[in-house]
């Protein structure tokens, strides 16, 4: 089993731009969820699903969309890149919500 | 909404000293989950507590869970410098996991 697997692990967008963020999953896990974590903040949950088809906002959602299309993949977009999202992003999934997280290696992304 | 506060938010300690992180829910908690992050790596699930009062313990660390399901501490006795990292606290209640910001720690050798 690969676990989570985020790609990229590195990026660096012009303020503006869009990208995606892939999430991958190899273990029939529900849950998925998208947080990003910035210096002395912890991690904020950014977006979360409980199951293909299903997603809902966490606590700073702005700026992102997700789609759960399937049970393994939970890309995050960011629609017009701003400096405030410079940050590292990690992905996590669980067997449902009320399970341990398995994250990913995270991506660092920096908008300049 | 919920919140998750955990202090301190830095520790530097001797190697050979004990170690505590301390975190607060504003909301009574249906689960507890610790999770450690080594720097430069992502977070790695440790331990869920899940009753009241509840106490386990993994060799050096013991965790516990308080009473009224708000509070819960990690304890790590004897420290070595494979402790390193930062140990997050994350709360469960009726929202989505809520993780505390972390306490930071550095073990001197």
């Known amino acids: 089993n690969a676990g989570v697997t985020q790609t990229p692990k590195f990026q660096v967008l012009k303020t503006g731009q869009s990208m995606t963020l892939q999430c991958a999953q190899d273990?029939?896990?529900?849950?998925m969820s998208w947080y990003r974590q910035d210096p002395g903040m912890g991690l904020r949950l950014i977006h979360y699903?409980?199951?293909?088809?299903?997603?809902d906002q966490g606590e700073v959602p702005n700026g992102y969309n997700v789609s759960r299309s399937t049970t393994e993949d939970f890309p995050l977009r960011l629609l017009s890149a701003a400096p405030s999202q410079t940050s590292v992003y990690f992905c996590?999934?669980?067997?449902?919500?009320?399970?341990?997280?398995?994250f990913g290696s995270g991506t660092q992304l920096s908008v300049l | 909404g919920q919140q998750v506060m955990q202090i301190p938010q830095y520790q530097h300690v001797q190697e050979g000293e004990d170690f505590t992180t301390y975190c607060n829910s504003s909301?009574?908690?249906?689960?507890i989950q610790w999770y450690k992050q080594r720097p430069g790596g992502h977070p790695v699930f440790l331990i869920q507590?899940?009753?009241?009062?509840e106490v386990k313990k993994q060799k050096r660390l013991t965790f516990q869970f308080g009473e009224a399901k708000k509070n819960s501490s990690l304890h790590i006795t004897a420290t070595q410098t494979t402790d390193v990292g930062t140990y997050f606290c994350?709360?469960?209640?009726?929202?989505?996991?809520?993780f505390g910001k972390g306490t930071r720690l550095s073990v001197i050798a």
């Open positions: 996590a999934s669980s067997y449902d919500r009320l399970e341990k997280l398995f």
């Open positions: 273990m029939n896990h529900e849950y």
């Open positions: 699903s409980v199951g293909a088809g299903i997603t």
């Open positions: 909301t009574t908690l249906s689960n």
């Open positions: 507590l899940v009753k009241s009062g």
């Open positions: 994350a709360g469960l209640g009726n929202t989505p996991l809520v």
